[in-house]
């Protein structure tokens, strides 16, 4: 099926979806990918593939495969929402969070690092190089300089400038504040307000290699114009990501608050163990979230599942979530998920 025909049967599918998921049933499958195969978050996820891709189709290790390919938007300076040239927080601080796991559990973490552009090599770093899975802010930075990487300038003048055209026209709003939850009702928020569109967008990447493993990366510069130290579900090891080379792997994207109240990608990987599909299971966990908080329907949050067999799958609040797959047979490929509303 063309990915025309396929985004066509999405759309028609979206009512059906919903009544479906109220009433618990199952839905249509994803994708059934060949080994070995990588899927990841929003349209940038196709680039980032092909970089995945290269250590993938050559006999490579999943995690490598997920650190290369997490790299390409991280160094993207037209990508604001992720790595360098990533939108900052209220004060102008670039400030980043990424996680990796791999196929035995292992996983690393670094939150609220700044001057380091590649926040997800820190994260792989941490994982392999100490004894702690999460390192954070100063002591983050500095971990990462001894290491050797470069500390720079994140800030590049375009992010400067949109910040700046925040700081006149934008009243800052906590996400946690339930005002984000209006904008829904009366249109989508303006750019710039925490919840609202383009403001942030989380490349997560689950690779399967060759070798049948799994691996997976995920890295954000979070929400634009977010309060200082804060900290989204990202690079938090069970809400942004989770692998468990048993059953599956599975990734986040959106207001990370709602994800990490409901621990969101360990749920999704549960879910799966349990026999449901990766979309299903994705599905599933979006509900969660909407039980919880009926006023999250306001609010974006994906997420992104690949199973030990290659099966993807993909759910979201509301529409418009993305995701991009490569395997030896479909190279760039682009999805948008099912949603609920
Ligand atoms: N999940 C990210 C965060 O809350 C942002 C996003 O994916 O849009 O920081």
Same mark, same amino acid.
């Given at each position: 099926m063309t ?5 066509l ?17 199952? +839905?249509?499958?994803g994708?059934?990918?060949?080994r ?5 978050t ?17 006999g ?12 390409v ?14 939108y ?10 990424a996680?990796i ?5 292992g ?6 690092? &700044?001057?380091?552009?590649?926040p997800?090599?820190?994260a792989?770093?941490?994982m ?19 290491q ?9 003048p +375009? ?13 800052y709003?906590?996400? #946690? ?13 303006p $750019?710039?307000v ?6 942030h967008?989380?490349?997560g990447?689950?690779?399967l290699?060759?070798a ?9 510069s ?15 090891i069970?809400?942004?990501?989770y692998?468990?080379? #048993?059953?599956?792997?599975a990734?986040s994207?959106?207001?990370? &608050? ?7 990608s360990?749920?999704?990987v &549960?879910?799966?163990?349990?026999g449901r599909?990766p ?8 509900e ?18 690949l199973?030990?067999t290659?099966?993807a799958?993909?759910?979201?609040i509301?529409k ?8 030896g047979v479909?190279?760039d490929?682009?999805?948008?998920? $099912?949603?609920t509303?």
């Amino acid at each position: 099926m063309t990915d025309r025909r396929l985004f066509l049967k999405a759309s028609v599918l979206a009512p059906a979806a919903l009544a479906a998921a109220r009433a618990g049933a199952t +839905e249509p499958r994803g994708p059934v990918l060949t080994r070995p195969c990588v899927v990841s978050t929003w349209d940038f996820g196709v680039a980032a593939n092909q970089a995945a891709w290269a250590v993938l189709s050559k006999g490579g290790r999943a995690l490598d495969a997920v650190e290369a390919g997490a790299r390409v938007p991280e160094a993207d300076l037209k990508n604001h929402s992720v790595g360098r040239a990533g939108y900052p927080d209220r004060d102008g601080h670039v400030s980043l969070d990424a996680c990796i796991m791999d196929e035995h559990g292992g996983c690393g973490a670094v939150a609220a690092i &700044e001057h380091i552009a590649h926040p997800i090599s820190v994260a792989r770093r941490v994982m392999e190089k100490t004894p702690h899975v999460l390192l954070v802010g100063e002591g983050a930075t500095q971990f990462a300089v001894e290491q050797g990487f470069p500390r720079e300038e994140l800030l590049t003048p +375009e992010s400067r400038a949109a910040w700046q055209d925040w700081l006149k026209t934008n009243r800052y709003q906590p996400v #946690a504040n339930s005002e984000v939850g209006t904008y829904g009702k009366t249109g989508p928020a303006p $750019l710039g307000v925490p919840g609202g569109p383009g403001n942030h967008d989380t490349i997560g990447m689950l690779a399967l290699d060759a070798a049948g493993n799994l691996s997976g990366a995920c890295t954000t510069s979070g929400m634009a114009w977010k309060m200082r130290g804060r900290v989204g579900d990202s690079p938090i090891i069970g809400a942004g990501l989770y692998v468990d080379n #048993a059953v599956g792997a599975a990734t986040s994207t959106g207001v990370g &608050e709602e994800v990490i109240r409901n621990v969101g990608s360990f749920l999704v990987v &549960e879910l799966m163990r349990q026999g449901r599909t990766p979309q299903d299971a994705c599905r599933e966990a979006v509900e969660r979230i909407l039980q919880r908080k009926p006023e999250a329907r306001d609010l974006q949050v994906g997420f992104l599942a690949l199973s030990k067999t290659g099966e993807a799958g993909a759910w979201s609040i509301q529409k418009g979530f993305t995701y991009a797959l490569c395997d030896g047979v479909r190279q760039d490929r682009l999805l948008p998920g $099912l949603s609920t509303y």
